[in-house]
């Protein structure tokens, strides 16, 4: 029985902003996780929806679920992103999302922004579809400036026919030049509008 309890302890996942065994985000931290400012959304895309400011227990969630493959760290960013989704008054129809890397997406051993796409689709009742791909021989964006990432990604995606207004979610906002070539290719692939929905907003540099 002693050796069960200690496995019960040492299964509870540790608090991503105070270490604590209470699970992947405790109460405290989550209160203390600050809200995104809103943000203007690039063209054509219709709305750039952000739940939470990227820093503090919000920025771990996301480095946990992306770099580290941790599924857990997703379910406290979907709770926020359907608040943010439910205060906005979608439109949407369809929620897709934007595709990750297919190399990072192997040694990962899922898509993270698919993990928050068919969260944020159960929360809302709405179907997940797989509407975008990645067109090849684009560049790692780190290494670039503001302004190249915007040229970078000029035609970097390509969308599937859509006759619906669609949400397009992703973990985090930068400059928005990847959701803007998201919107571009669903509305040229006849989407009847498209919001955007993410965990988090990081100012570019
Ligand atoms: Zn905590």
């Known amino acids: 029985m002693r050796v069960l309890g200690?496995?019960?302890?040492?299964?509870?996942a540790r608090c991503v902003g105070c270490g604590r065994r209470e699970g992947v985000l405790c109460g405290s931290c989550s209160d203390e996780m600050r809200s995104a400012d809103p943000r203007e959304a690039p063209r054509p895309l219709d709305r750039l929806l952000c739940a939470l400011d990227y820093s503090g227990a919000a920025r771990s969630l996301v480095l946990d679920l992306k770099l580290r493959g941790r599924s857990g760290a997703a379910p406290p960013l979907v709770d926020r992103m359907a608040d943010e989704l439910a205060r906005s008054g979608s439109r949407a129809r369809v929620v897709t999302w934007?595709?990750?890397?297919?190399?990072?997406?192997?040694r990962r051993g899922f898509d993270h922004a698919a993990v928050l796409a068919h969260g944020v689709a159960r929360r809302t009742g709405l179907p997940a579809r797989p509407l975008l791909d990645r067109v090849g021989g684009v560049f790692d964006q780190t290494s670039l400036s503001a302004a190249d990432r915007w040229l970078n990604l000029e035609a970097a995606f390509t969308a599937g026919r859509c006759r619906e207004p669609v949400l397009v979610v992703d973990d985090l906002v930068t400059t928005g030049a990847t959701l803007r070539s998201c919107a571009r290719a669903l509305a040229?692939?006849?989407?009847?509008?498209?919001?955007a929905l993410v965990a988090c907003s990081a100012q570019a540099r």
């Open 6 to 12: 200690v496995q019960a302890v040492v299964g509870v």
């Open 98 to 106: 934007v595709p990750g890397r297919r190399r990072e997406t192997r």
């Open 188 to 195: 040229e692939a006849g989407s009847l509008g498209v919001e």
